[in-house]
């Protein structure tokens, strides 16, 4: 069964935690994406991913870092330098980067208090 | 940079009534696509847009590219309590990233 996982759904943290948010494909896509969303706002790009070895700043980046060691996998890591933690995280990948139909994971809501 | 913006925010209809959602860029765009996110879920698919002036229909849904390839629209015919949930157009730019619009909440009272 092809698809994206996002592990786990709920995750909460206290603040001045770092936290790693898990994406994994299947799918065989070269491209994958980061994406926050908050209450009634779109999706905003955090981080995205060409090729193996190489990502990319989105929109807003500040205070997050993730790697691409595999093509499968591209984990997220919010540091504590992330002043408003709290929000949707959505992994998406594509068959390559550009204006591709992206796939999306089922999201992580991640709760710092 | 490109910028996307979607008309309306938020939207409550009878059930059986038309709802239509609105997407304009400030670029000319090389497609244009459009999602639906359900309470809860995740953003899902439904279609790409490529050519100028193209329309698409699925079902009760249509979906327009407008002739300047800048704006869009989806309209839904007859709304059921199913197709509640917040519907996003994106928009490509040539060998670019994919933009997302703020999206439209749709409430549907029955």
């Known amino acids: 069964d092809g698809g994206i996982t996002q592990s786990p759904k709920y995750l909460f943290r206290k603040e001045g935690q770092n936290v790693t948010l898990s994406c994994e494909q299947n799918l065989n896509h070269d491209a994958m994406y980061w994406y926050r969303q908050d209450p009634g706002q779109g999706l905003r790009l955090i981080y995205y991913?060409?090729?193996?070895?190489?990502?990319q700043k989105g929109d807003i980046a500040e205070g997050y870092s993730v790697s691409r060691e595999k093509k499968e996998s591209f984990p997220l890591t919010v540091t504590s330098a992330q002043k408003n933690p709290t929000a949707f995280y959505l992994c998406?990948?594509?068959?390559?980067?550009?204006?591709?139909?992206?796939?999306f994971g089922p999201g992580t809501r991640l709760t710092v208090t | 940079g490109q910028q996307v913006m979607q008309i309306p925010q938020y939207q409550h209809v009878q059930e059986g009534e038309d709802f239509t959602t609105y997407c304009n860029s400030s670029t000319t765009l090389s497609n244009i696509q459009w999602y639906k996110q359900r309470p809860g879920g995740h953003p899902v698919f439904l279609i790409q847009?490529?050519?100028?002036?193209e329309v698409k229909k699925q079902k009760r849904l249509t979906f327009q590219f407008g002739e300047a390839k800048k704006n869009s629209s989806l309209h839904i015919t007859a709304t059921q309590t199913t197709d509640v949930g917040t519907y996003f157009c994106a928009g490509g730019e040539y060998g670019n990233k994919l933009v997302f619009g703020a999206g439209t909440i749709l409430r549907v009272k029955s």
């Open positions: 998406a990948s594509s068959t390559s980067r550009g204006s591709y139909e992206q796939y």
């Open positions: 847009l490529v050519k100028s002036g």
């Open positions: 991913s060409q090729i193996v070895n190489d990502f």
